[in-house]
């Protein structure tokens, strides 16, 4: 460059007016050329990569973006959680998880921090386990294990979600008094057992092998509902079969078909009109109430789509002449997991899929 420079200078000077104005013009755009390409050679081998904590945050963003309550819903959600935590008191506030007041997800959470280093290579699965912490370690080079369902205090926490439930079931119709109170029920259930299960068991197997470990539960799951939500009211299907149909042209379930875990008409028949079709059981922590069914076919809900189903659940909601379609669990977890993945691909990190996720890139 800075032979160039000198060249063009002596040009300049020896030429004429006109000449020296288009020697300089020269002189800058070469200039400016190749000071580009020196720049961009430097900066090939220095791509910035996300850290474990970046790619929690953007999560929590994304779930926030396609939560079914809005966004004013979820900030509402969190100024109450605020209030209630100004109100208590200061021994009580030592116990209090902060982290609560900007993440409205409980079951999903940062879980260990082994080395907070740029991410470059993920291992992903629906279920993290021991097994698949060994499973890291025998792959190397893993910087980051993410899980969709919940362990660790996301796990002892996963109750605390599902008030999510009651907000969606109001906007299908149903009161949002009845919502709650039936929910409530549920939630204490959920409660109680989630208490006496081990925890911590992968999260102490991710510390002792070394590696950042997080979960990503609800957050991915909103992901899965926001887009069958919006796959599902552009059209117009008459008939269960119809939709069930539909369903399994979706590249996730369309796989899950080759090993018999497609899309399934659980109650009612494929000849039964649709009518109105809810999207309320695939977020929102786990199964709600089973009374609820008869309170939605009051509402003038026809068709539930949801992942699974209890036999109790499924015998209330015959009682109640309720069409249930299944999506499908691994499926649908996958399909959720997936969108979120994609953000990440286009950071430029590498996914690798085990535990149950079927990997589709959009």
């Avoid at 100004?86 to 007041?101: A, G, H, M, W």
């Avoid at 959470?109 to 021991?130: H, M, S, Y």
């Avoid at 994609?342 to 890139?361: A, F, N, V």
Wanted: a neutral charge.
């Amino acid at each position: 460059m800075l032979i160039l420079w000198k060249k063009l200078n002596y040009q300049t000077q020896q030429g004429s007016s006109s000449a020296r104005k288009r020697c300089v013009s020269a002189r800058t755009f070469r200039i400016q050329k190749s000071g580009k390409n020196l720049f961009q050679r430097c900066t090939k081998n220095f791509q910035k990569y996300m850290l474990t904590s970046q790619i929690y945050k953007l999560a929590i963003n994304k779930g926030i973006e396609a939560d079914l309550r809005g966004v004013k819903g979820v900030e509402k959600f969190l100024q109450r959680k605020k209030e209630k935590y100004e109100k208590l008191s200061e021994k009580e506030k030592e116990d209090f998880d902060l982290e609560t007041l900007t993440n409205p997800y409980s079951d999903s959470q940062i879980l260990n921090i082994a080395d907070d280093k740029e991410i470059k290579r993920v291992l992903v699965g629906i279920d993290i386990e021991p097994a698949e912490i060994l499973i890291a370690k025998e792959i190397g080079n893993i910087d980051l294990i993410i899980s969709h369902h919940p362990s660790g205090k996301a796990l002892a926490n996963l109750h605390e979600v599902m008030e999510l439930q009651s907000e969606v079931l109001s906007q299908y119709g149903v009161p949002i008094n009845i919502a709650e109170g039936l929910m409530k029920e549920k939630i204490s259930e959920v409660s109680r057992g989630v208490n006496k299960l081990n925890h911590q068991q992968t999260v102490d197997a991710a510390r002792i092998l070394g590696f950042n470990l997080m979960c990503l539960h609800t957050v991915c799951d909103n992901l899965a509902a926001s887009f069958l939500k919006e796959k599902i009211e552009k059209e117009n299907f008459e008939s269960v079969g119809d939709l069930v149909s539909f369903l399994k042209k979706i590249p996730e379930y369309k796989e899950a078909m080759k090993i018999g875990a497609g899309p399934k008409i659980f109650t009612g028949n494929p000849e039964n009109h649709c009518g109105r079709i809810a999207i309320t059981e695939i977020t929102g922590g786990t199964e709600g109430s089973p009374k609820l069914y008869e309170k939605m076919a009051l509402s003038g809900i026809g068709t539930v789509v949801g992942m699974h189903v209890s036999e109790e659940h499924k015998k209330e909601a015959e009682l109640a002449n309720i069409n249930v379609v299944i999506a499908g669990h691994m499926s649908s977890d996958s399909l959720g997991v997936n969108l979120f993945l994609d953000e990440l691909e286009k950071q430029g990190i590498e996914i690798i899929p085990c535990s149950g996720l079927i990997r589709i890139s959009r």
